[in-house]
């Protein structure tokens, strides 16, 4: 599953800078492959343990 995001994240921004580098900008284009791209990050992130949670787990 951590593949498949990652490569659909790299498709989007792929899509979002070559939108940017076209002579027709299509900014609807440019702005779904950055919110592809953000939610993917999103869902990578989310699995990703915080440095604090060492500390919360000493504390109780």
Do not use: H
Request: proline share 2%.
């Amino acid at each position: 599953m951590k593949k498949i995001v990652i490569l659909i994240m790299i498709l989007a921004i792929l899509v979002a800078f070559f939108e940017q580098v076209s002579a027709e900008k299509n900014v609807y284009v440019t702005v779904v492959a950055i919110v592809v791209f953000m939610f993917g990050m999103m869902r990578l992130s989310a699995k990703t343990p915080s440095k604090n949670q060492e500390k919360e787990e000493k504390d109780v």
